[in-house]
């Protein structure tokens, strides 16, 4: 399709109707088939907005004034909403950030994944849609010689002070308040990005929804770290349920929040937490969805999908601590994990024996490398589930997918334009797409997940 040049002047102001929403949130005007796209607007409203950026094809407007609104338009609960940008969507209402979301995952089936038959269900949203996370991290800086702790202003590295996220758990903002008001009493400096000086580079906290179980990180330039003795005193004196104090020192100068050496400072290394029956330890390093109610949500639909008798060996592809793996391992013969980092590995092994299951195994190593070797060496699977970053799967993993065969693959994503192009090239060698089921695990913000089944056609 030829780009269509812009209809309109740099700087112009014009009245335009909004169509649609951008998977980041932004709606779309368009004015003679040439897409604008605007913060802030919804689909259904007209209003009048300033062209600011032209581009060959689309361009970008800042939103004036809103002349008819959205019956799903609704006040952001929260006061930094527009400086933030942790959210895109407080400002629709929860019904309508499903259907947003519904709506961009058949769209992106359709458009890129040519998908035809294929059941598209309504996205599984969550009982409570604030206060879900379960981990805070926040970078730390100085404002007239007093800490700051909350989140970089958009499109900047100016840090803006947080008292509360409302997505956050309660719990979170308790202990990010406390432990900033302990530093700031033992004169604890914050790290200056700009001179690559000071100590205290994020404060993270994480929770165990199920356990109330708090581990508090501190993230420093130095392994130095000024009265660290009183600090540790008074947070075990005044946090309740803290269990784990971690120091993680990260000496470079990187936009990367954790370094290469974590310590413990205070009680254990890890905490822990269920998902359904299956308890987790999670230590600061590794990755542990930050939604667990709907966790379990997604993770008992991947389950169904997977239609195990006890029977199946199994494999699932990017296993992370083994999450999904120890899940499906209640109801399969056998599970292989397979998973890129070595530290999640390890929690994966442990969370095995913690559980006492013992018909998994786990694996270090590229999916795309391990599965083709493990294939070549002749071994075989009747359900694959794969867990992939945002990128999607690799295409020399969906190759031996295709070559190995299994009856069915449970592909579960956390972005639906690899996932559309990632099951048209199953489609195409000999997998059919028969359902899809998307779960809101980060309302407020646009993300959605997804998990889809797909069956073998050809023998
Ligand atoms: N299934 C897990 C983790 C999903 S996140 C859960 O639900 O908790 C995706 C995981 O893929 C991450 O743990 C990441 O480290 C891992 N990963 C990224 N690239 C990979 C690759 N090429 N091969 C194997 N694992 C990879």
Not at 178 to 184: N, T
Not at 207 to 226: H, I, L, Q, S
Not at 379 to 398: F, I, Y
């Amino acid at each position: 399709m030829a780009k269509i040049p812009a209809p309109v002047q740099k700087n112009e102001i014009i009245d335009v109707e909004f169509e649609d929403l951008t998977h980041d949130g932004q709606a779309v005007a368009k004015i003679e088939g040439y897409p604008l796209f605007v913060a802030g607007a919804l689909p259904g409203e007209r209003g009048r907005i300033q062209a600011t950026k032209l581009n060959k094809g689309y361009g970008f407007g800042r939103l004036i004034e809103l002349q008819k609104t959205s019956p799903f338009r609704q006040n952001p609960e929260c006061p930094i909403y527009s400086q933030c940008g942790g959210c895109q969507l407080q400002h629709l209402s929860y019904e309508g950030q499903l259907e947003a979301k519904g709506k961009q995952v058949r769209d992106v089936m359709e458009r890129i994944g040519k998908l035809k038959d294929v059941t598209i269900h309504p996205v599984l949203g969550a009982n409570n849609p604030w206060r879900y996370r379960n981990k805070a991290q926040v970078p730390v800086g100085e404002e007239n010689g007093g800490l700051v702790a909350g989140f970089y202003q958009k499109r900047s590295h100016s840090i803006i002070n947080m008292e509360q996220c409302l997505i956050q758990q309660e719990k979170s903002d308790e202990v990010i308040r406390k432990v900033k008001a302990i530093c700031q009493r033992y004169g604890v400096k914050a790290y200056d990005e700009s001179k690559h000086k000071g100590t205290l580079r994020h404060i993270m906290a994480r929770c165990g929804k199920a356990t109330g179980e708090v581990m508090v990180v501190f993230v420093t330039r130095t392994e130095d770290f000024p009265h660290k003795k009183e600090v540790i005193k008074e947070i075990t004196e005044q946090i309740d349920g803290i269990t784990s104090i971690i120091q993680n020192i990260n000496p470079k100068k990187t936009n990367v929040i954790l370094g290469d050496t974590t310590k413990v400072l205070w009680g254990n290394e890890v905490i822990y937490d269920y998902i359904g029956h299956i308890q987790f330890a999670i230590s600061a390093r590794s990755f542990y969805q930050v939604n667990p109610e709907q966790t379990k949500v997604l993770y008992d639909k991947a389950l169904e999908y997977a239609g195990l008798t006890g029977e199946e060996n199994v494999i699932d592809a990017y296993c992370g601590i083994g999450t999904i793996s120890l899940f499906l391992a209640q109801k399969a013969k056998k599970v292989y994990g397979v998973e890129i980092v070595p530290e999640a590995i390890e929690d994966a092994k442990r969370n095995a024996r913690l559980n006492g299951i013992t018909n998994v195994e786990f694996s270090v190593g590229k999916a795309e490398m391990v599965i083709p070797h493990w294939y070549k060496q002749g071994m075989t699977a009747d359900v694959l589930v794969v867990d992939p970053p945002r990128k999607g799967c690799d295409e020399a993993l969906l190759q031996t997918i295709m070559e190995m065969k299994p009856k069915r693959v449970v592909y579960v994503s956390c972005n639906p334009s690899t996932l559309a192009r990632d099951l048209r090239v199953l489609e195409d060698g000999g997998y059919k797409t028969l359902e899809i089921q998307p779960v809101d695990m980060f309302p407020m913000t646009t993300h959605v997940e997804c998990v889809a089944l797909m069956t073998r056609m050809e023998k």
